[in-house]
């Protein structure tokens, strides 16, 4: 048990790369659910000439592992000569960019597809009556469909939240030093792989229960008409 | 951009293993699944506990962080084990670590579908069974299971295939799964990203199929109810 005392030694680290997973995770789902929005809103499209292409999107995207894709943009793209003369190269010569890049293209196919369910599900009772106020489609997406699907996508983002969380790790398995990358640099330095993962894992689990009780406080916000009420 | 230089057969090899392990983690989490869920569902406080303190450490720990820790752990573990004994060195290959860990991480997703699908099979009917004098297992066995199988598809096909997606984690560990082998072979012939392409499609496959397949498994089990 002595051992967790190099652990202390390094917690530094840990912070550093657990500084690195927030930043990897919040920027990544700002990005994908700004991607997610109006993709969500063409795929939900009756339409399949405009609900294609964001539904082969979404299908490639959930159908792959996070891996493959962190993989094809930070080993795959060096194999055109094209991006590596661009500024491009820049930028994908990064691990942390790769890592971000493929992350907000992960998170945005499942917040999307999330998105497209909530979308179909709204009361046609709703938009009806919309249309009877007169409203173009583009101010009924902005007042009545979009406000409900996010109020009734919010469960289920929930778990798209932590599912990105945990997939972040895969950041650390490309060379970026985030939480899981500390570990993996505490385990090959001092050979201690119990303590290094169980630390790592520890911070995880903290901040999984820290993501649901946010969404909790959320729904208890947004669903208080679902509440029942007090007497 | 498609000429795979001979390659190809190595990653079909790397395909097989990938089955394999996600096959094998499956038959792991399916039995860990049903014995989680029926702890949970127990009178027993001592089960509930333990299969609580299960399914909430794994859902909230990365798999990836699990299955490191289960390897390079395990090994360790063993290898104290084997001082104590006198073993020789036992080496732990990434193989059996892998599907181990997968399907020890899918067993607590399975115990929550697992566990809705049981709750979901009507009491009465249970009690039915009891007044007929079936003993507990001949009850579950011929009321709870044929009926269960139903609610839990859905919940099972997600999970299945999100188990198909992770055993891509596998070649982290060093075993030569179609990941691995295609970084590979994209090394060696400066294409990573046509193999990787490659390989992505193929797990496109793997996903298309199980859909085929789960959607007859629906249909099979959902043949005595009707529909509107």
């Known amino acids: 048990m002595d051992d967790f005392a190099v652990v202390i030694d390094n917690l530094p680290l840990y912070l550093e790369g657990l500084w690195v997973t927030i930043q990897l995770v919040v920027m990544a789902l700002a990005l994908g659910l700004c991607l997610a929005v109006p993709m969500a809103v063409l795929a939900a499209s009756r339409n399949p000439l405009i609900a294609g292409l964001p539904k082969a999107y979404i299908y490639f995207f959930r159908g792959t592992p996070l891996l493959v894709q962190a993989f094809l943009i930070y080993a795959g793209a060096g194999q055109f000569e094209a991006v590596r003369e661009s500024f491009l190269w820049l930028v994908l010569k990064e691990a942390y960019w790769c890592a971000l890049i493929a992350f907000a293209l992960n998170t945005a196919a499942y917040t999307a597809e999330i998105l497209r369910g909530a979308i179909e599900q709204t009361h046609f009772g709703e938009i009806e009556a919309a249309r009877a106020c007169g409203m173009s489609r583009g101010l009924m997406l902005r007042r009545i469909i979009l406000p409900s699907a996010f109020r009734r996508a919010l469960p289920a983002y929930g778990n798209e939240v932590i599912f990105m969380l945990h997939g972040s790790v895969i950041a650390g398995v490309i060379t970026v030093v985030d939480l899981f990358g500390a570990a993996k640099i505490v385990n090959s330095r001092h050979f201690v792989p119990f303590q290094s993962f169980i630390v790592a894992g520890l911070f995880y689990l903290g901040m999984t229960f820290l993501i649901v009780w946010l969404f909790k406080q959320a729904e208890h916000r947004w669903h208080a008409h679902l509440r029942p009420r007090e007497t | ?228």
Not at chain 2, 160 to 182: Q, R
Not at chain 2, 209 to 228: E, K, P
């Open chain 2, 1 to 228: 951009m498609f000429d795979l230089h001979g390659y190809f057969p190595l990653i079909l090899d790397g395909m097989k293993l990938t089955v394999a392990v996600a096959l094998l983690s499956l038959a792991i989490a399916m039995v860990l699944g049903m014995l989680g869920a029926l702890a949970k569902l127990s009178k027993s406080k001592t089960a509930r506990l333990v299969a609580g303190i299960y399914t909430t450490i794994i859902r909230g720990v990365p798999d990836l962080v699990l299955m490191t820790l289960i390897f390079f752990g395990g090994q360790m573990a063993v290898n104290n084990l084997g001082d104590t004994f006198g073993w020789d060195y036992i080496d732990v290959d990434p193989f059996t670590a892998g599907f181990l860990s997968i399907g020890f991480i899918f067993g607590a997703y399975m115990t929550e579908t697992f566990r809705g699908a049981i709750m979901a099979v009507p009491r009465g009917e249970i009690e039915a069974g009891q007044a007929y004098g079936m003993t507990p297992v001949q009850c579950f066995l011929r009321i709870t299971l044929p009926q269960m199988v139903r609610h839990a598809l859905p919940g099972f096909g997600n999970n299945w295939l999100v188990l198909a997606k992770t055993t891509a984690l596998v070649s982290v560990i060093g075993l030569h799964d179609m990941v691995y082998n295609a970084q590979l072979a994209g090394g060696s012939t400066r294409q990573p990203f046509t193999f990787l392409l490659v390989v992505a499609f193929l797990f496109l496959i793997i996903t298309a199929v199980s859909d085929v397949v789960l959607r007859w498994a629906n249909r099979r089990y959902s043949v005595g109810v009707r529909r509107a």
